[in-house]
């Protein structure tokens, strides 16, 4: 069934097999799409067996601990990433940045479930497949990074600016282009960035400086050491290469934890490999940095489309415990708890301290996992359902429910946390569904 207006689906049902009698109907509530599908299957001893499958969409008890906050087309196209983060003028504005096949990118800024402002940035010459954005503590400024088709990366700076004679809140929102990305390899009209992960940097020189991560279909993993406000305009910012994997990279993950930057990048063969980076900005010499992955895990038999990651201890250079989730096309669910040795050590390692994996976690790929403030764990793909999860004591997966989503060829899922127990996700395909997640530990 397909919305014409929007030019989305409204649901899929596999009748599995072809030729078989049906009837369905749809319609709308004031919570959005209403539907059922009834499907015939004749069995071999000659009864016939109905299929049912029924979709009544309610803010109350069907589906507890979540709210739809509204869909959005502002994409020619599907979306292929988003991310989504606070503003720093009001914590009642979210801001979320998404690209997609129309070779744009986008920041919009809600409040509520209205758009307060939406701008399109200057497109890049093929598809927009990875976004991020990085925020340095007690700062007016967000780094946003967009790449795609033909190893295309571009940076941009949001001025938050807002000031009290203002009579909107975001009438000092600036946007300015810092620059484009220049890949150290050679490239051709095939190679896109897959994905791609900014973060603060620690300066003892006090500018404002983010380490950005970036893996291509070739395998490539580069990083990037960006200012926000360099001596002089620079359109091109070069890049290093890090490390090239047999594999294409399509997840990139970097958490800042016990006096180090964990890097992860997920592969299509399944694969987490693990570095080990500095913290801080004067540190980070190319020759100081290993190419070879301290770690490799196998997280799936196929395709780690998404990692995301969060600290349960951290000792800071005593050494910490950090929790890595990962969604694969292999429709697997994998929580790992991974123990960090001190950071004077010379070989350092990690240890798999505990390993949780759900087989049939989705009826299909997963595409998106976040981890939310209370270590709840967020899950979507193309089986249209965001799921809710659980890490119990022990390091085991629980899940604990699930929510049907109404955009179609579901490709990427940003969240962020509003409270303790409170959560916006944007879940990304054939356009953008944002939904309230209330999880009380």
């Not at 020189?205 to 990083?223: A, M, P, Q, R, Y």
């Amino acid at each position: 069934s397909v919305d014409l207006s929007r030019g989305r689906d409204i649901f899929r049902f596999d009748t599995e097999g072809r030729h078989r009698k049906l009837d369905a109907f749809v319609g709308r509530n004031n919570d959005g799409y209403i539907y059922g599908v009834c499907v015939c299957v004749s069995k071999k001893d000659g009864r016939n067996e109905l299929v049912l499958q029924t979709h009544f969409p309610s803010s109350s008890s069907l589906r507890p601990g979540y709210r739809q906050l509204g869909n959005l087309g502002q994409h020619f196209g599907p979306v292929f990433d988003c991310c989504l983060f606070k503003t720093r003028s009001s914590v009642d504005y979210v801001a979320c940045l998404s690209g997609g096949e129309d070779c744009t990118g986008r920041l919009s800024i809600f409040q509520g479930a209205s758009v307060a402002y939406s701008k399109q940035l200057p497109p890049q010459e093929s598809c927009v497949r990875a976004v991020s954005a990085s925020q340095l503590p007690a700062s007016h400024t967000t780094l946003l990074v967009v790449g795609g088709g033909k190893l295309s990366v571009q940076f941009f700076l949001l001025r938050d600016l807002n000031s009290v004679s203002c009579e909107s809140i975001l009438d000092g929102v600036y946007v300015s282009q810092l620059g484009v990305g220049r890949i150290p390899t050679e490239t051709s009209i095939d190679q896109r960035i897959n994905a791609v992960k900014a973060t603060p940097l620690q300066s003892l020189s006090g500018n404002s400086k983010h380490l950005v991560v970036v893996g291509d279909s070739s395998g490539s993993v580069t990083f990037f050491v960006v200012d926000e406000s360099p001596d002089e305009p620079r359109f091109s910012i070069r890049g290093s290469q890090l490390a090239q994997l047999p594999r294409p990279a399509l997840s990139i993950e970097v958490l800042a934890v016990a006096g180090r930057h964990l890097l992860m990048v997920g592969t299509t063969g399944g694969d987490i490999c693990f570095w080990d980076l500095p913290l801080d900005e004067q540190s980070f010499d190319q020759s100081q940095i290993s190419s070879k992955p301290i770690c490799k895990v196998e997280a799936h038999q196929m395709g780690t489309n998404s990692i995301s990651a969060s600290v349960l201890e951290d000792g800071r250079g005593l050494g910490a415990l950090v929790l890595v989730c990962s969604g694969g096309d292999d429709q697997s669910l994998t929580a790992l708890r991974l123990r960090l040795p001190k950071t004077d050590q010379e070989d350092v390692s990690l240890e798999i301290a505990t390993r949780s994996t759900i087989r049939e976690a989705s009826a299909s790929a997963i595409k998106g996992v976040r981890i939310m403030s209370n270590n709840a764990i967020v899950s979507v793909g193309y089986s249209q359902r965001l799921g809710l999860w659980h890490l119990t004591p022990h390091g085991e997966l629980e899940f604990l429910r699930s929510v049907p989503i109404d955009v179609a060829d579901v490709n990427s899922l940003g969240i962020v946390s509003t409270s303790m127990d409170e959560a916006i996700a944007a879940v990304g395909g054939e356009g953008l569904e944002f939904v309230h997640i209330q999880h009380q530990t």
